[in-house]
């Protein structure tokens, strides 16, 4: 009988001392909340978050909505990581402005917010933004399709292939910023649809998959059969938006520009389907937000930004083997030794 | 001269003996086409269909009203035609599938990554695809025949099941147009074009138009056919004639997943690549295609041609609103209109007495 009491005393202690032990060994904790774990773009995020937690000894939870668009999942996984005492959370919201009550909460209860990739509706929602200048991406295209067609670029036919109906800043940006560069009145810089030049012979949306490319660009095919330029959303879209200039024997006529700077895609460019792609690292803003997290737990310390950005900036690069004089690029080469999925 | 009651009204009409047949209680135009929608199911849709195109044709002219737009619509729903054809079988016994999308995503990815990952030839490959998705259709099949699981739940399982796997073996990644025409070109086929003049027809439009008459055919002159009407339309009674109603549920379903296996490759020929996020809104497309398309939720009635009809009508308005230039949300709402007025047809037609 002794014994029994003995042990279920041991059993009821040792928790307690190990629980001791540990507090003040409290490991940095990180929370990864992407749009969705399908998208290869989060999964490489996620990994690189992963592999950051790992190196740094933190702990690290990631949460994903069920689909592009899924909001409530990602307040519930805000929730959870609050209850679960994490010292920041990574971000990439489906909804921008919605989200912005639940990181209130979050920012209160003390934890250290960052928005990756998406910025949030107003910026300032959480305590900072890793994110591509994804209006610099678009531009940098902009400019490279422009520079490619010389004194034709007066004469163009521009098909837009958006990423879907509801508008959201990443598609705008970089909407925006490829007319920008290619040089063409953007009306109000914070939609698209509303510019004026004739140039533009339609957009349509893509939901940025191949499916959704491909469609769109036929669509557009029979709005202008002389289409010339093609912009795209991301380099789903622009495989899909090849393959309906196939079907119609036109893939050598035109130039498809893209955003993203996937392996795939990175690809894409050296077999001729893709001219040019602004490519951008979810890696480095995955590795760095959790940095962010860390000094942030251990010292306190928030982020800074870039200078003259209202976010710190992770860079977008332009990748093409076709340079263009006063366009800065990277080669093929290098844009595979740095392409992410 | 007593009157037997069961001759007809007019007891001194001729004596007809030979079968027994129903006498024409009301008469009037209303109730006249009442019963010839009834009789004949895809001609709704078929009429929405001619009327939407003269429409659209009389507002855009000739960039809407030409062989190329026309084939081009075919092309675009070809994808959601094949599987809105499965779906109507499934439909038809009183069920509904929501599997078809995942189960055509897998497929498709079983289809690549055997070529890809294994090396194996694209015809094994393919095969093995077309395996996959009739065994996907089986289990769905099983859990509803033998467990007697409401085909609602035990799809709406199935899709999570089968669209998990889908992301879990292919481990999200895309396998490249390129890369497939150069070391599979096989597995494009159902992109491939035949052009007569501006018309464009590729190899998966041309499964999809023979899918459906070939199963309309099965369903109408077959008694497998049969059988499956008689199923969706009472199951109880059914089984008490002597209809196999288990077996007929189970082939109905594998067939159903072997259709979605066929969509796989449709979808590869489409896109050009293999990408296991491609599909997502099929089930709800293909929903809607058989709704519009006339074939009762309820089970037991309506043809699969009407499927096809329900499809091309929702590519006509998507393309015809688009180069009106309308919003897409256009599209969106004038579809959900669609589907309550065909729902409300069907309520109205099934009131016809015979």
Known sequence: MKLIHTALTALVVSPLLMGL?????????????????TNPFFVKMREGAEAMSTEMGMDFKSFAGRLDGDHQTQVQAIETCIADGADGILLTASDTSAIVSAVEQAREAGLLV??????????????????????????????????????????????????????????VLRNQGFLTGFGIDTGDVNRWGDETDPRISGQDLSNGNEEGGRDGME???????????????????????????????????????????????????????????????PLLMASKGMEAIYHWAQEGKKPMTTPGKAFFDTGVSLVTDSPAKGVESISVKKGMDLCWG | MTQNPLNSQNSDGPDTGSHASFDQQRTGMVYRIQHLLHTNPALVPLVVLVVSIAVFGMLLGSKFFSPFALTLILQQVQIVGIIAAAQSLIILTAGIDLSV????????????????????PAEISIFFGLVCGALCGMISGLLVSRLKLPPFIVTLGMWQIVLATNFLYSANQTIRAHDIEEIAPLLQFFGYKISIGNAVFTVGVLFMIALVFVLGYALKYTAW?????????????????GVKTERVLLSVYMLSGLICGFAGWALIG???????TAGQ???????????????????GRGSIIGSLFGALIVGVFTLGLRLLGADAQWTYLLIGVLIIAAVAVDQWIRKASV
């Open chain 1, 219 to 281: 669509n557009l095919l029979l709005m202008d059969p002389m289409i010339n330029v093609v912009y795209t959303i991301n380099e789903p879209a622009a495989a899909g938006a090849y393959q309906a200039l196939k079907a119609i024997g036109r893939e050598d006529d035109v130039l498809i520009v893209s955003v993203d700077g996937s392996c795939t895609g990175i690809a894409d460019i050296r077999d001729g389907v893709i001219g040019a792609t602004a490519q951008q690292y």
């Open chain 2, 225 to 241: 056919g049969r059988h499956v009407y008689a199923v969706g339309d009472d199951i109880e009674a059914a089984k008490l004639s």
């Open chain 2, 281 to 299: 809104l099929a089930n709800i497309e293909s929903i809607t295609a058989v709704v519009i398309g006339g074939i009762s939720l309820f089970g």
């Open chain 1, 114 to 171: 960052i928005a990756l990739d998406t910025p949030l509706d107003p910026i300032g929602a959480a305590d900072a933004t890793f994110a591509t200048d994804n209006f610099r991406a678009g531009e940098l295209i902009g400019a490279w399709a422009a520079a490619q067609l010389g004194d034709e670029a007066a004469n163009a036919h521009i098909g837009m292939l958006n990423i879907n109906v509801s508008q959201p800043t990443v598609g």
């Open chain 2, 101 to 120: 999308g995942a189960i055509m995503v897998l497929s498709s990815v079983v289809m690549g990554q055997f070529t890809f990952r294994y090396g194996l």
């Open chain 2, 270 to 276: 489409r896109i050009g690549s293999v990408s296991p």
């Open chain 1, 21 to 37: 032990a540990y507090a003040d060994d409290h490991k940095p904790s990180a929370c990864l909340i992407t749009k969705t774990d």
